[in-house]
């Protein structure tokens, strides 16, 4: 079927000039970017990351498990302040209706390309006795050495969230929206971001990630962190605090951006489309903290940690 | 297990000068090389692309299929002419014994990493109810507009075929030794090769592949194909010719290269390291050709198709 497949595929997508070379020969050739490459790939699994046994109950639909698939590595692109340009699509297909299925799931991919202005530059499709997964590979790029790593931040920087956060749960996990033009917009007014990481197993863990990874801790504002009506709402089935799910809720595809005091000014003052939110500083002494009517509580990471099965998470350095 | 396998790996990876950063952020960052990027990807899935409850029968190891996943994708890289840089890794692994195995398929990819000189930029694994899957997508380089095709052939070219091919299944097809020297080598002579692609599925099916692709045929001296020993073992055990094994079996990993007469002429003359072997000529007439005493016999396209089960192919277009 791989071979249909690919033939049906090439009438589907649109030649995009990032692309000299697209599916159809043994590897895509891809016009050299003004800056550096970036590449991540990321991969999505059927009773691992997503239920298809829930999909009537929660009216999701193999094509929003393509999307997705597209999406989270979007939101790792735009965490780098990378433009996309071209994705490789790799899909193992349970035995049981496989040409629904692949097609289903590529009517996501090919919405999220077009929305994107990505090219699929190509792929692999297997049939195999497992359940669907699908593993994408994402490339873009960056003006040289202006990556935004998670090592980046720097004492005294602001601490910004895009969006609001938790409950995603509630679906809007299954068509995340990441943060690509927000990135875009950010690079075209010369912010200069100092540390960035998307938010996908929750704001307190990434945020502890990226202060690991530049060796420094944060004094956050709690009550200023933008809280999601989904968080609310899912704080009424829970019996936890919207706050708390804000806190912990993974799979919110917002980005985490940190920045020197007057870059933070100047942004806040622009409309970027998107809400920024400032909630607190980078600091030397490690850890997270919460300010208190002047005095420090600790916070500890929570979120979802792969391989665990607990929602408490040990601090993680990568 | 992600966090804690991902800080294994990073010590484990040297590194090297055309990744920026590495594992460990939201992407990798690949510094740009000097001409276009070339990006193939390919998938391995136990019980489909190999089988593991065979290893023991077989002498087989997951070492070997980590070094077959990347193997798999450089002989693509070589059949674009491209030069490896980096490849990311994505890995799903069986319930049982993940750490395990995730360790020893790593010792094949990191082999396969230090034998070609390739970064490994990143990657992403999953535990999960299936078996062992590996995805890599492999990025490179070619000098700008010089990527080796497949629909490049023009009529009179010579066909060669690189090594000698059949009969892998006797267990090459495991550690499979990717041509990137060979192409590289060719590269260096200024040889300009017109169209090329790897014999992944077969020496008949692939140069059909190649030649429908150019729109064009080939005639082919049938006693030229360069019969690997495998072959001739294989033949006492399955009662087909060694001819036939050469000409249809899969997995040999070789490259089939069209040029002109004069550069044939020259690279004839020169040691590779590897042989390479003028089997025929690109012709006007599609499909292929055996000559025959003067005569014209047609040759029909046999080997490994994807998603079917019989050995018998129809001619492909891709």
């Given at each position: 079927m791989e071979q249909a497949f690919l033939a049906y595929l090439r009438g589907r997508c649109r030649h995009l000039p990032q692309v000299a070379v697209g599916i159809g020969d043994d590897a895509a050739v891809i016009n050299p970017s003004d800056g550096q490459l970036v590449a991540c790939t990321d991969q999505i699994i059927d009773?691992?990351?997503?239920?298809?046994?829930r999909f009537e109950l929660d009216g999701h639909r193999w094509a929003d498990v393509g999307f997705k698939s597209i999406a989270i590595n979007l939101s790792d692109m735009a965490a780098m302040g990378g433009k996309p340009q071209a994705v490789l699509v790799t899909i193992a297909l349970p035995n049981e209706n496989p040409s629904r299925i692949a097609g289903d799931v590529y009517e996501g991919i090919l919405e999220a390309a077009a929305e994107y202005d990505l090219a699929i530059a190509g792929g692999d499709i297997s049939v195999y006795d497992g359940p669907l997964s699908i593993s994408v590979t994402l490339l873009g790029s960056v003006p040289s050495g202006k990556a935004w790593l998670r090592s980046g931040a720097q004492e005294g920087d602001a601490i910004f969230v895009s969006g609001a956060v938790g409950?995603?749960?509630?679906?809007?996990h299954l068509r995340p929206q990441p943060r690509i033009q927000l990135a875009k917009r950010i690079r075209e007014l010369e912010i200069c971001v100092h540390a960035a990481i998307d938010i996908s197993d929750g704001l307190s863990l990434d945020l502890d990630r990226l202060c690991a990874s530049s060796g420094l801790g944060a004094e956050l504002e709690?009550?200023?962190i933008p809280i999601h009506a989904d968080a609310i709402e899912r704080a009424q089935e829970t019996g936890c605090t919207p706050w708390e799910h804000a806190w912990r809720d993974g799979e919110d595809f917002e980005l985490i951006l940190t920045m020197n005091q007057e870059d933070a000014k100047q942004i806040s003052?622009?409309?970027?489309?998107v809400p920024l939110t400032c909630i607190g500083e980078i600091v030397g002494r490690t850890g997270m903290w919460k300010r208190n009517l002047g005095k420090l509580e600790r916070l500890m990471p929570q979120g979802y940690v792969h391989g665990?099965?607990?929602?408490?998470a040990t601090p993680e350095s990568s």
């Amino acid at each position: 079927m791989e071979q249909a497949f690919l033939a049906y595929l090439r009438g589907r997508c649109r030649h995009l000039p990032q692309v000299a070379v697209g599916i159809g020969d043994d590897a895509a050739v891809i016009n050299p970017s003004d800056g550096q490459l970036v590449a991540c790939t990321d991969q999505i699994i059927d009773g691992t990351d997503f239920d298809s046994r829930r999909f009537e109950l929660d009216g999701h639909r193999w094509a929003d498990v393509g999307f997705k698939s597209i999406a989270i590595n979007l939101s790792d692109m735009a965490a780098m302040g990378g433009k996309p340009q071209a994705v490789l699509v790799t899909i193992a297909l349970p035995n049981e209706n496989p040409s629904r299925i692949a097609g289903d799931v590529y009517e996501g991919i090919l919405e999220a390309a077009a929305e994107y202005d990505l090219a699929i530059a190509g792929g692999d499709i297997s049939v195999y006795d497992g359940p669907l997964s699908i593993s994408v590979t994402l490339l873009g790029s960056v003006p040289s050495g202006k990556a935004w790593l998670r090592s980046g931040a720097q004492e005294g920087d602001a601490i910004f969230v895009s969006g609001a956060v938790g409950g995603s749960l509630r679906g809007r996990h299954l068509r995340p929206q990441p943060r690509i033009q927000l990135a875009k917009r950010i690079r075209e007014l010369e912010i200069c971001v100092h540390a960035a990481i998307d938010i996908s197993d929750g704001l307190s863990l990434d945020l502890d990630r990226l202060c690991a990874s530049s060796g420094l801790g944060a004094e956050l504002e709690a009550e200023a962190i933008p809280i999601h009506a989904d968080a609310i709402e899912r704080a009424q089935e829970t019996g936890c605090t919207p706050w708390e799910h804000a806190w912990r809720d993974g799979e919110d595809f917002e980005l985490i951006l940190t920045m020197n005091q007057e870059d933070a000014k100047q942004i806040s003052k622009i409309d970027l489309g998107v809400p920024l939110t400032c909630i607190g500083e980078i600091v030397g002494r490690t850890g997270m903290w919460k300010r208190n009517l002047g005095k420090l509580e600790r916070l500890m990471p929570q979120g979802y940690v792969h391989g665990k099965s607990t929602s408490q998470a040990t601090p993680e350095s990568s």
